[in-house]
């Protein structure tokens, strides 16, 4: 069966950079889309970005636009997250999603258009 393992979240200072991944044995991540979520205590799930490889777009939520960056290295079969200047309101468990369908010319955070789950990792920003 299909499972994603996200990983690399713990504390951070505000200010401060963290850099998730997400990785599959049972999965290629080449030529579909991927995508970041995240939810906070007492918070709906955010779409945090998303990318169609094969079509090279990206989707960034306005919050985290300019500070966090999605990339796919087919090489190693990961997806990352790299977060920079991180804010206590990022702290959330942020989990990683694969849709199936390959080709895709854009991306979406519709978490009903993503397939594969991870287990989710706890990024915890102080102040």
């Known amino acids: 069966d299909v499972q994603l393992q996200a990983s690399g979240g713990g504390l951070v200072q505000a200010g401060g950079s963290l850099r998730l991944s997400c990785t599959s044995s049972?999965?290629?991540?080449?030529?579909?889309?991927v995508a970041w979520f995240r939810q906070a205590p007492g918070k709906e799930r955010e779409g945090v970005s998303c990318t169609a490889n094969t079509a090279g777009t990206t989707y960034y939520a306005d919050s985290v636009k300019g500070r966090f960056i999605i990339s796919t290295d087919n090489a190693k079969n990961t997806v990352y997250l790299q977060m920079n200047s991180l804010k206590p309101e990022d702290t959330a468990v942020y989990y990683c999603?694969?849709?199936?369908?390959?080709?895709?010319?854009?991306?979406?955070?519709?978490?009903?258009?993503?397939?594969?789950w991870g287990q989710g990792t706890l990024v915890t920003v102080s102040s």
């Open positions: 049972g999965f290629t991540f080449g030529n579909k889309r």
């Open positions: 999603a694969a849709a199936g369908l390959q080709w895709a010319r854009r991306c979406g955070v519709d978490p009903r258009l993503y397939n594969y």
